[in-house]
């Protein structure tokens, strides 16, 4: 009979040692691999302009300089508009968006997934198709309805679209419906909870890794938009508009519009990171006894 090998004083019997050697190997090199990307974009930034422009191209820097980020923050300083307001108008469209996306796609889904009510079938039909159209299909009409609230050229011509995600309430929906016990929430309501707390305090924790991938996706996807049909107004534009701004320079803002896509990226990152782990975290030890 096989010994059984034992980690940490607990049992094994799916691997051996060379199996979880070679799933380690490969585990580590495909990490390397796509942090490739973020290290070249990182290599640029530390790049002087004659490096950034030889051909071939150097993934690893020759002569490392901070001039690109300097450059970047004359060019920041010499704006009419400050960067500081252009970081401003991402910082809260990301993180009011978010926390709109978050708090409606919950709830909604909490409804459809928990609450038994005439239509909701067909509620979540008509959202299930909605995921086939891209936003630029329902551009004109996002459009005509800002236009009739009279929120262009505003903030919230960008928040409010976020919190109407359907992705987001698709994904909560699929979530709550399969870790979400009944008999949870059934306890929670005869103890005398309402239905808020029976949400907040019972489902929401239950349902902690699907809210912080939406975090993930929703936070990303505001923070890397562009230029926008809703915002006129140069005081309004996001940061990523200036970078932009900064690349149709030419040639000699090449080494500026580099550094800025390491700030660009910087906080995308840290926000994964951070969720990441708490995701690892829940996943490790949401099991529940019945």
């Known amino acids: 009979m096989a ?22 190997l490969m585990l580590t090199f495909l990490g390397a691999f796509m942090f490739l990307p973020m290290l070249y974009v990182v290599m640029q930034s530390l790049k002087p302009l004659d490096e950034l422009w030889m ?53 909604c889904a909490y409804a459809l997934a928990k609450i038994k009510f005439p239509g909701r079938k067909g509620i979540f039909k008509t959202i299930r198709t909605s995921l086939m159209f891209h936003e630029t299909v329902t551009a004109v009409t996002r459009f005509t309805i800002m236009s009739v609230l009279l929120l262009i050229d505003t903030p919230l011509a960008l928040i409010i ?7 987001g309430l698709y994904l909560m929906k699929q979530f709550m419906e399969t870790n979400v016990n009944d008999s949870v929430l059934e306890s929670s309501r005869l103890d005398g909870a309402t239905e808020w707390k029976t949400f907040w305090v019972i489902a929401m924790p239950m349902v902690k890794p699907a809210w912080l991938t939406l975090i993930i996706y929703c936070f990303q996807g505001l923070w890397n938009a ?38 660009m990226m910087m906080v995308p990152i840290a ?20």
């Open 3 to 24: 010994r059984l090998r034992t980690r940490k004083h607990k049992v094994v019997l799916n691997r051996s040692v060379g199996g979880d050697l070679g799933i380690t």
């Open 55 to 107: 051909f071939p191209p150097r993934f690893i820097v020759m002569n490392p300089t901070l001039r690109n980020f300097s450059d970047l923050f004359v060019l920041m300083n010499t704006s009419w508009v400050p960067f500081s307001r252009y970081i401003f108008n991402t910082v809260l469209v990301s993180v009011c968006g978010t926390a709109g996306n978050l708090l409606f796609a919950s709830l």
């Open 161 to 167: 679209p976020a919190f109407g995600s359907t992705l």
């Open 226 to 263: 562009g230029s926008s049909i809703y915002i006129h107004s140069e005081q309004f534009k996001s940061f990523n508009y200036a970078i932009g701004q900064i690349t149709a320079g030419g040639i000699k803002r090449a080494g500026a519009s580099a550094a800025a896509q390491v700030i």
């Open 271 to 290: 926000v994964f990171v951070i969720s990441q782990s708490n995701i690892i975290e829940t996943m490790g030890s949401s099991g529940m006894k019945d």
